[in-house]
Every structure is written in C-alpha cells, then in structure tokens.
C-alpha cells in the first residue's frame, strides 16, 4: 500500500476536485470510485460511428459566472464557446426559451417592446382566477405569468419532470420565474459557457493526473474501507455518494427523481436542428429531447456525419438501483437530510459533500466551486 495522507470517495466533478488541490497542496490523494470509469453523471461515451460526444447522464452543459471556478477548469480544458438555447414544442410550433420577448410575441402574436413586457404580464397575472388562498407551484408560477403561459410551457412539463400534480408541489421551486424582457433566448444568464473542446472526459483525465493522485475503480466506499485498506483510522475522507447509503439507509431513505434516457441512432445529419427540445405537452410522456452533436458546432466532421444521435429523457421515481437525479425538496426530506447530517457531523475526519453527498441540485460549477472551498478549509485547518 503506497502512501495515503486523504481518501477521496467518489469521482465526480467535486472529489476530483477536492483530489487535485489537496494533490497540489503535498497531500497524497487515493481516488476510489464505485464505478468502472471515473467522471461522474459528467462522464460521456464517443459514438465509434461518428465520433459524436454523447453525454450518457443528460446534457452537460458548463456555464458560471464565478471567476475561480472558470479559472480553475480552465486550467486542464478549453471551452468551444458554445451557447446553450432551450426551445420549446408546444401544440404543433416550436418557440425560444425562457420566457422573453421572442416567446411571449410569438405566442400571443404581438410585437411587445421591452419596456411594455412587464405591464403586459402583470395584466394576465392579473387576470388568474383568484385562489382559496392556498400557495403552492401552480398558484405561485400563475401569479408570475399568467395562466396561458403557465398552461403552455410549464404546467404539464413540471407533471412529468415531478410525477404529481404541480399544485402538490412547494412554491419554493419557482421562488421567481424571470421573465426576460428582451429578446435575449441564451438560456443560461452566464456569458462564461462552453462544452470542452477535447471532450468532458478529459477534464477528468487531466484533473487526476497529477503525481500524488492514485485512482481506484471499481472500488465502493464504506465505514470499514479504510481499515481494509491497512490506513490509520484517522485518515480523512471525501465522500461524495449518497450520504444514506453511506449510513445503510438507518432513518429511510433520501427521495429521489430519477430519469430513463432512450438513445437511438437516427440516419439524418441532423435531427431536430438544436440540441435540447422540451416538450411542454402531455401528449408525449418524456420532457425533452436531446442532440448531442450541436454541443460541438466547431468539430465539421461530426456536424456532417451522415447519422446523429437523439436522446427522449423520461422523468421517473427513484427506487433503489435507480440513479438519483435530482433532490426531491420536501419538508420531510429536509429532515431526514438533516438527521443524516448531523450522523456525519458525529464521524471525526469524514467530510460529506457533491451532489449526492450534499442532496443539492449542484450546476457542475457550483459543484467545482463548493469542492474548491471545502478543500481550502480543510488545508487551512
Ligand atoms: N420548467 C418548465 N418548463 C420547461 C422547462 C422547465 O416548467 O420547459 C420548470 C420545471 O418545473 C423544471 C424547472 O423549470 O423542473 C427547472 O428546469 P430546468 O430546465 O432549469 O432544469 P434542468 O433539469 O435542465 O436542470
């Protein structure tokens, strides 16, 4: 067994994170990951046929507005500059996200200026018919935007993205529903946007390849891992799986959704024009559409290749050996969360963080910023 100073568990964007600066920092850093491949829900597959980057986990796309963050990653890749756009199908046409002056003047067939957006949406808010009183997802996104747009693009989208009805939802999901007033589609606010120009898998190769960094795949972690390992007890640990699983789920557990992704091959250069496609509609049981070729408009050889590929992504409850998607924010969950928290709290070097480990909803710069902070104040301490 070479020399260990900190285990890393989990080879996501945060524990290759923590991973390299603590590597950067002297420390000798094992990487233990459960799966076969390091990377995360970021990790992506190359099509042998086209050499398209297919993001096996949903669409990735990096974008912040946090300098050391950008900083960072620029570090180990460059970014293509890609912008994301978001359109909607609804009811037969196709319209630019998020709600501004290019989807508000299509749908109503109006030529709002800038300064009359506003007015015009407080009146159809206005116009909602009034409540018992009761707050919740639907009666908070109607009194933003008025029923016909809630109608359009968010009621029947937020039902299949949560399985319930979006009046049994909290309002705290949509604490605010910007509407745009300009005809700016980015859908993103961050103009610091790209996808890696030599793919997001390399990011991974380049942050773990460092000489104090050692990775083991298919290597789960567990409360008797470091023992088996022949390291001292006190050897500090990065955990960034589910922090119930870590417990063996003792106070229930943590709810998750869940997504199934159905990949094909299609044989047309290009599918449906765009990379994402959500389908605001009942009529089709998944929530979008993705394409992964448009991510890399810069690389010719993969914009012309004779085939591309789609993928439907189909919301779905998380049952156990399901993949955990996104955190589902109840009050109860804020309380077994808690419970679990404070189980961790009790474990003398065992920090709990990522996606997983932290149930949050983590954008994957969020994620490098809140593993670059929690390393520095573990170098600090
Ligand atoms: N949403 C919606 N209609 C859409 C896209 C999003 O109603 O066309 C709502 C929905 O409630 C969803 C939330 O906005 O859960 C967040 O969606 P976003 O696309 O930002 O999240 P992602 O899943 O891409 O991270």
Same mark, same amino acid.
């Given at each position: 067994?070479?020399?260990?100073?900190?285990?890393?568990?989990?080879?996501?964007?945060?524990?290759?994170?923590?991973?390299?600066?603590?590597?950067?920092?002297?420390?000798?850093?094992?990487?233990?990951?459960?799966?076969?491949?390091?990377?995360?829900?970021?990790?992506?597959?190359?099509?042998?046929?086209?050499?398209?980057?297919?993001?096996?986990?949903?669409?990735?796309?990096?974008?912040?507005?946090?300098?050391?963050?950008?900083?960072?990653?620029?570090?180990?890749?460059?970014?293509?500059?890609?912008?994301?756009?978001?359109?909607?199908?609804?009811?037969?046409? &196709?319209?630019?996200?998020?709600?501004?002056?290019?989807?508000?003047?299509?749908?109503?067939?109006?030529?709002?200026?800038?300064?009359?957006?506003?007015?015009?949406?407080?009146?159809?808010?206005?116009?909602?018919?009034?409540?018992?009183?009761?707050?919740?997802?639907? &009666?908070?996104?109607?009194?933003?935007?008025?029923?016909?747009?809630?109608?359009?693009?968010?009621?029947?989208?937020?039902?299949?993205?949560?399985?319930?009805?979006?009046?049994?939802?909290?309002?705290?999901?949509?604490?605010?529903?910007?509407?745009?007033?300009?005809?700016?589609?980015?859908?993103?606010?961050?103009?610091?946007?790209?996808?890696?120009?030599?793919?997001?898998?390399?990011?991974?190769?380049?942050?773990?390849?460092?000489?104090?960094?050692?990775?083991?795949?298919?290597?789960?972690?567990?409360?008797? &891992?470091?023992?088996?390992?022949?390291?001292?007890?006190?050897?500090?640990?990065?955990?960034?799986?589910?922090?119930?699983?870590?417990?063996?789920?003792?106070?229930?557990?943590?709810?998750?959704?869940?997504?199934?992704?159905?990949?094909?091959?299609?044989?047309?250069? #290009?599918?449906?024009?765009?990379?994402?496609?959500?389908?605001?509609?009942?009529?089709?049981?998944?929530?979008?559409?993705?394409?992964?070729?448009?991510?890399?408009?810069?690389?010719?050889?993969?914009?012309?290749?004779?085939?591309?590929?789609?993928?439907?992504?189909?919301?779905?409850?998380?049952?156990?050996?399901?993949?955990?998607?996104?955190?589902?924010?109840?009050?109860?969950?804020?309380?077994?969360?808690?419970?679990?928290?404070?189980?961790?709290?009790?474990?003398?070097?065992?920090?709990?963080?990522?996606?997983?480990?932290?149930?949050?909803?983590? #954008?994957?710069?969020?994620?490098?910023?809140?593993?670059?902070? &929690?390393?520095?104040?573990?170098?600090?301490?």
């Amino acid at each position: 067994m070479q020399e260990v100073d900190v285990i890393v568990a989990g080879a996501g964007l945060w524990g290759c994170t923590v991973a390299r600066v603590l590597a950067e920092a002297g420390r000798k850093v094992l990487v233990l990951e459960k799966r076969d491949v390091v990377g995360g829900n970021v990790r992506c597959a190359t099509d042998p046929e086209t050499g398209i980057e297919v993001h096996t986990y949903g669409s990735h796309i990096f974008h912040t507005h946090l300098d050391d963050v950008w900083n960072f990653v620029r570090r180990f890749v460059a970014f293509n500059g890609y912008q994301h756009k978001v359109l909607a199908r609804y009811n037969g046409k &196709t319209y630019f996200l998020p709600l501004g002056l290019t989807l508000v003047n299509q749908f109503y067939g109006l030529d709002l200026t800038p300064a009359e957006l506003p007015a015009f949406i407080r009146a159809e808010a206005a116009k909602a018919p009034a409540t018992d009183g009761a707050v919740n997802f639907e &009666t908070q996104a109607i009194s933003f935007v008025g029923k016909p747009l809630y109608d359009a693009f968010i009621r029947e989208y937020t039902r299949k993205q949560w399985g319930t009805d979006p009046k049994n939802l909290s309002a705290d999901i949509i604490r605010r529903l910007p509407v745009r007033a300009s005809y700016d589609v980015n859908y993103f606010p961050d103009y610091r946007q790209g996808i890696p120009l030599s793919g997001y898998n390399s990011l991974f190769d380049r942050l773990l390849d460092h000489p104090n960094v050692s990775v083991r795949c298919r290597t789960g972690f567990h409360f008797g &891992t470091v023992a088996e390992l022949g390291l001292p007890a006190a050897t500090p640990v990065f955990y960034s799986g589910p922090v119930d699983a870590l417990f063996d789920y003792r106070f229930g557990a943590l709810p998750w959704r869940s997504l199934r992704f159905e990949t094909a091959r299609v044989a047309v250069p #290009d599918f449906q024009g765009t990379s994402v496609v959500n389908y605001t509609g009942a009529e089709v049981p998944y929530t979008r559409i993705h394409e992964f070729k448009h991510y890399h408009p810069e690389d010719r050889a993969v914009m012309e290749a004779p085939s591309t590929i789609v993928c439907r992504e189909y919301p779905k409850t998380w049952q156990p050996g399901d993949e955990p998607y996104y955190p589902v924010d109840t009050a109860a969950s804020r309380e077994l969360l808690a419970r679990y928290r404070a189980e961790a709290a009790k474990t003398p070097n065992l920090i709990v963080g990522g996606r997983l480990g932290g149930y949050r909803y983590y #954008d994957m710069d969020r994620s490098i910023g809140n593993a670059l902070e &929690t390393a520095a104040a573990f170098l600090e301490r």
